[in-house]
Every structure is written in structure tokens, then in C-alpha cells.
């Protein structure tokens, strides 16, 4: 029976929870949280929809770590959110105690497991559970670029009021300000944007794309976003739980692929039941190499100020 646990019962770990179990991911979703009995109410709610929308899957939540025991996938997504005016690096140093501490307790009672890490900042926060666990690179990933590529693929498909289930797009690089949206691979339907677009507004995009978490943020004045990013995490989860070979772009750690190692960075893989079976490498423009560049040495300072 597969089991799917999600450790943070916020607003991310809650959607996450909520869409596991409507696209029927696991037969087992674990909601875990410190915080007594949050989990535990958050997932009956979503556990009293089933007779509503049709999903028979258990659903439970614990502030017990040991619920953690024979799960296949495991998502984390505890820690603070982003707040106005605040960066993604404003919150390693918050979230990255919280994030050892989770990565800790995976490693003591789900030592088999896929670990897919959501906490912001990314890049460094899947890097110190990468750490903390020991686990080998295949099993300890980030969600970024499924996210990231969501939200290119829409302001895309916005801009030229096509579907966006048309829109083919990928963004590379840190989770943040000096990520990359490769504009000379994004298509619809086949056909390049850059024959549909006007170069203005293609830039536009691109740069949209780059402060997506923060133009939410600026919004919601006291959170960040959380229904993308938990379905985001639940997509990359049922690629691994149902070995669907997925290519989907996520935070790896690189061992000279594309001619950077000891990094971790989005980057397009295949997902199957191993987790990270294999990164699609292909030859990058010298532009494209030189803004990847930048987001490596972005990702290696947060590293770096993990200590790890």
C-alpha cells in the first residue's frame, strides 16, 4: 500500500495533503505537525470530503514523527513563509533549524524514502536535508522548477489566450530571483513563443516569471503562496510512487552535469520510482550558461551559510 507523508501542516502542507488525496496519489496520507493537533484537524477536514468528491484514500494527521514509518514518499514542508519585503535568503537561517530538525526524524523512521523538500529557500533548505540525512542524491530532491514552469507556462498562455495545457515551457536555476526561464524552448502547441510574442513582452514575462512568489506575496501581506506549490510537490510525488518517468525540472545535486558539481539546482529530470533516475542534460546558449552561472553561485552562498 502506498504511504505518502507530508511533515507541516501549513498552508503548502495542507494543499498538498488536499491534492494528494483528490488525484488519489497514495492509499496512505500522513499529515504531520508539531503543533498539537493542528495535523489532526486539518486532515479530518480533508477526510470528510471523501464521501463529496469520491476519493478513498485514508488521511489522518499526528504531531508524531514515527507516523513516518514505511512511507515511500516523503514531503516537508515546515517552516516559516515569506512575508512583505522579506527575500527567500531572509529566511535560510529561520528555516533551516526547522528543516534539519524534519530531515532528522526522516531519516530515523523512513530511511527508504523519496524526500522531496518544499521549504523556502529551496535551493539551500533540500541541500541541508541532503546533509542531515545522508541519503543518496536519486532521494533527496527540491521543488522548484515544477512550480517556476507552472507560472511561466500561465503568464504564456495569459498573454496569448490560448489554454495553458498548450504551453510548453522550462525554467532552470535557483528558486528565486536569478532563475531561468528558457525562452528559446518554450512553444505552443510546437510553435515558438518567439513567433507569437513580441520580444518586449516575452521579457516581461520572464521577469514576472522571476518574481512570482513575490508578487503573491505582496498580495496576501501575511502568507505566500501554497496551492500551486503543495500540487507542485504531489506532482513530483506521484511520479515516484507510481513510476510514471516523468520529466519534470527539480532541485538536484549536480555532479558535473552541465558543468557544475557539488551544487544544488533545478534542473530537468526524469522521476520514476528510484526517484532522480536520470538528469536531461543539452548544450546551453552562452547567454543561457552565463545567467545558469549566476544561479549556481547564488545557491553555493546560501550553502554556504548552512555550515553543512
Known amino acids: 500500500m502506498a504511504k505518502l507523508s507530508i511533515i507541516g501542516a501549513g498552508a503548502v502542507g495542507t494543499a498538498a495533503a488536499h491534492w494528494a488525496a483528490v488525484k488519489g496519489v497514495a492509499e496512505e496520507i500522513v499529515l504531520i505537525d508539531i503543533v498539537p493537533d493542528l495535523a489532526k484537524g486539518k486532515a479530518l477536514d ?49 528555516n533551516l533549524e526547522i528543516v534539519r530538525s ?32 545522508g541519503f543518496p542524491r536519486e532521494r533527496v530532491l527540491g521543488m522548484a522548477g515544477v512550480l517556476d514552469s507552472a507560472r511561466y507556462r500561465y503568464f504564456i498562455a495569459e498573454a496569448l489566450g490560448v489554454s495553458p495545457e498548450d504551453v510548453q515551457a522550462l525554467v532552470m536555476g535557483i528558486h528565486g530571483d536569478h532563475m531561468l526561464p528558457l525562452v528559446r524552448l518554450a512553444n505552443v502547441a510546437g510553435i515558438p513563443i518567439t513567433e507569437l510574442l513580441p520580444e518586449e513582452k516575452i521579457a516581461e514575462i520572464v521577469e514576472r516569471t522571476r518574481k512570482g512568489g513575490g508578487e503573491i506575496v505582496s498580495y496576501l501581506k501575511t502568507g505566500s503562496a501554497f496551492t500551486t506549490p503543495g500540487l507542485s510537490a504531489v506532482e513530483m510525488a506521484e511520479a515516484v510512487l507510481r513510476d510514471q518517468k516523468r520529466v519534470l525540472t527539480c532541485s538536484v545535486w549536480l555532479e558535473g552535469e552541465f558543468g557544475f558539481s557539488e551544487v544544488f539546482i533545478g534542473v530537468p529530470v526524469v522521476l520514476g520510482r528510484k526517484g532522480l533516475e536520470r538528469i536531461l542534460t543539452f548544450e546551453l546558449t552562452e547567454e543561457e550558461r552565463k545567467a545558469l552561472q549566476a544561479s549556481v553561485e547564488a545557491v553555493r552562498k546560501q550553502m554556504a551559510i548552512t555550515g553543512l
Request: proline share 6%; glycine share 4%; hydrophobic share 40%.
Open 46 to 94: 480533508i477526510a470528510q470530503s471523501a464521501p463529496v468528491y469520491g476519493f478513498s484514500c485514508r488521511v489522518w494527521g499526528t504531531d508524531d514523527f514515527a507516523a513516518l514509518r514505511d512511507s515511500e514518499v516523503v514531503i516537508l514542508t515546515a517552516g516559516r513563509p515569506r512575508k512583505p519585503g522579506m527575500s527567500r535568503e531572509d529566511l535560510l537561517r529561520t
Open 102 to 133: 524534519c530531515a532528522e526524524e526522516v531519516k530515523r523512521y523512513a530511511p527508504d524514502c523519496v524526500l522531496i523538500v518544499v521549504t523556502n529557500p529551496i535551493d539551500a533548505m533540500v541541500y541541508a536535508a541532503f546533509r542531515t540525512t
